[in-house]
T-cell receptor
Framework: KAGVTQTPRYLIKTRGQQVTLSCSPI?????VSWYQQTPGQGLQFLFE???????NKGNFPGRFSGRQFSNSRSEMNVSTLELGDSALYLC?????????????FGSGTRLTVV | KQEVTQIPAALSVPEGENLVLNCSFT??????LQWFRQDPGKGLTSLLL?????REQTSGRLNASLDKSSGRSTLYIAASQPGDSATYLC?????????FGKGTKLTVNP
């Protein structure tokens, strides 16, 4: 079966711009989580969506937002980009919230802000 | 607040050696623990998932143990191979999210 698909794989944006990243979960999975990975901070939780509702949100500024569609696909948006937003953004899907079945991660979107 | 620590941060071993990677966490009220592998510039590949009620899980040359009471998990890799070179991440799951350690970068030398 198809895995978690993230698009695009790479992005280069200028400070002040906004960006939208997309994540298609494994078929049948209804929970989608987003994580930011940087060399200094490691992997940090951004937010989780289940059945089109945001369940949890990490400690990130309001410039980071997301949504989930009825087909479980999710998007995250970052507005007014800063240099510090350069990171690998990873999406994970699971059947339902929590770790009962574990999470499956996508290959990520590498965002570079210049 | 859950904190996850992985020791060592980096490890270099000769091919064929058996090795142990360590993960410790501060809050024992976890749902489960998952070990991942990450190759440079890539996403995360799940290796093993241990439910909170379990003590260990095995997959091929990998064995992971969980001791909730002491807040520890270990990942044992038998007969290491150069293809095992990667960063290994431990993630603890609570009711809301995964909390990751910073990882152990493993290099297996031919």
């Amino acid at each position: 079966k198809a895995g978690v698909t993230q698009t695009p794989r790479y992005l280069i944006k200028t400070r002040g711009q906004q960006v939208t990243l997309s994540c298609s979960p494994i078929s049948g999975h209804r929970s989608v989580s987003w994580y930011q990975q940087t060399p200094g901070q490691g992997l940090q939780f951004l937010f989780e969506y289940f059945s089109e509702t945001q369940r949890n949100k990490g400690n990130f500024p309001g410039r980071f937002s997301g949504r989930q569609f009825s087909n479980s696909r999710s998007e995250m948006n970052v507005s007014t980009l800063e240099l510090g937003d350069s990171a690998l953004y990873l999406c994970a899907s699971s059947l339902s919230p929590g770790l009962t079945e574990g999470y499956t991660f996508g290959s990520g979107t590498r965002l570079t802000v210049v | 607040k859950q904190e996850v620590t992985q020791i060592p941060a980096a490890l270099s071993v000769p091919e064929g050696e058996n090795l142990v990677l360590n993960c410790s966490f501060t809050d024992s009220a976890i749902y489960n623990l998952q070990w991942f592998r990450q190759d440079p510039g890539k996403g995360l590949t799940s290796l093993l998932l241990i439910q909170s009620s379990q003590r260990e899980q095995t997959s091929g040359r990998l064995n992971a143990s969980l001791d909730k009471s002491s807040g520890r998990s270990t990942l044992y890799i038998a007969a290491s191979q150069p293809g095992d070179s990667a960063t290994y991440l431990c993630a603890v799951g609570g009711s809301e999210k995964l909390v990751f350690g910073k990882g152990t970068k493993l290099t297996v030398n031919p």
